[in-house]
T-cell receptor, first 119, second 117 residues
Framework: GAGVSQSPRYKVAKRGQDVALRCDPI?????LFWYQQALGQGPEFLTY????????KSGLPSDRFFAERPEGSVSTLKIQRTQQEDSAVYLC?????????????????FGPGTRLTVL | AQKVTQAQTEISVVEKEDVTLDCVYE???????LFWYKQPPSGELVFLIR??????QNEISGRYSWNFQKSTSSFNFTITASQVVDSAVYFC??????????????FGGGTRVLVKP
C-alpha cells in the first residue's frame, strides 16, 4: 500500500482481556517500530524490528506486552491481561534500511494508530 | 539526541498570523538528526522535515520554515500566515544513533497549535 496501515483503528477492551493490534508497513521497509502515545503526550518507543528480528524491546512496559513480525512484513503487538493504564494510542512506523547493521536515519513514516481503551 | 524539549504546550493564533514553535535538544553526539512531525486531529503523525546537524542552510518549504541553531541547541519551526488547517499538535523528535536501537525516536511533549478563523 501507499502508507502504513493499522487495524483496528479503535479497540475497547474490558480489563483482563487480551488484545492484538496489527501493523502493515510500507512495502519494502525493513525497519518497523511501535510507539505508545498517552493522552496529551508525545509518543514513546516500545520496540523495534529489522526484518523479522526484534532488535530492541527495551520500551515494552511489562511482560504482558509482546510483539512479533514473523515474516518481516506485517507486525502484531499483543497485550495480555489488559489494564486501565494500557489505554493509549499505539502507533506503528516503518522506515527503509539498506542493509543489516547499517545505522540509518531514514525518516519514519507513521500509521494512523490504534486507540485502545481499557474499561 | 538524548532529550528533546518543547516548552510551549499550546499556542493560539488568529488566521494569517505567524507562529513559531520552539524545540531544544540535548545530545552528546557530534552528528545528529532532528525531525518535525504534525499530528492533526485524525491522529496520524505526518512527517514535515528532517534536518542533519552538519547542514549549513535553514529550510523553507512554502509557509513552513525551520531555524537550526547549534549554539543554542534549538531547532525552531515557523508557520507563516497560518491557516485553520494548520491546527494540530506539532512534535519535534530526534533518533537514537545506538546501533542496536535502530533509529528509535525520542519525542518532545508536543505543542498544540490552534488557529482561529
Amino acid at each position: 500500500g501507499a502508507g502504513v496501515s493499522q487495524s483496528p483503528r479503535y479497540k475497547v477492551a474490558k480489563r483482563g482481556q487480551d488484545v492484538a493490534l496489527r501493523c502493515d508497513p510500507i512495502s519494502g521497509h525493513v525497519s518497523l517500530f511501535w510507539y505508545q502515545q498517552a493522552l496529551g503526550q508525545g509518543p514513546e518507543f516500545l520496540t523495534y524490528f529489522q526484518n523479522e528480528a526484534q532488535l530492541d524491546k527495551s520500551g515494552l512496559p511489562s511482560d504482558r506486552f509482546f510483539a512479533e513480525r514473523p515474516e518481516g512484513s506485517v507486525s502484531t503487538l499483543k497485550i495480555q491481561r489488559t489494564q486501565q493504564e494500557d489505554s493509549a494510542v499505539y502507533l506503528c512506523a516503518s522506515s527503509s534500511r539498506s542493509r543489516l547493521g547499517y545505522i540509518s536515519t531514514d525518516t519514519q513514516y507513521f500509521g494512523p494508530g490504534t486507540r485502545l481503551t481499557v474499561l | 539526541a538524548q532529550k528533546v524539549t518543547q516548552a510551549q504546550t499550546e499556542i493560539s493564533v488568529v488566521e494569517k498570523e505567524d507562529v513559531t514553535l520552539d524545540c531544544v535538544y540535548e545530545t552528546r553526539d557530534t552528528t545528529y538528526y532532528l525531525f518535525w512531525y504534525k499530528q492533526p486531529p485524525s491522529g496520524e503523525l505526518v512527517f514535515l522535515i528532517r534536518r542533519n546537524s552538519f547542514d549549513e542552510q535553514n529550510e523553507i518549504s512554502g509557509r513552513y520554515s525551520w531555524n537550526f541553531q547549534k549554539s543554542t541547541s534549538s531547532f525552531n519551526f515557523t508557520i507563516t500566515a497560518s491557516q485553520v488547517v494548520d491546527s494540530a499538535v506539532y512534535f519535534c523528535a530526534s533518533p537514537s544513533l545506538i546501533k542496536a536501537a535502530g533509529n528509535k525516536l525520542t519525542f518532545g511533549g508536543g505543542t498544540r497549535v490552534l488557529v482561529k478563523p
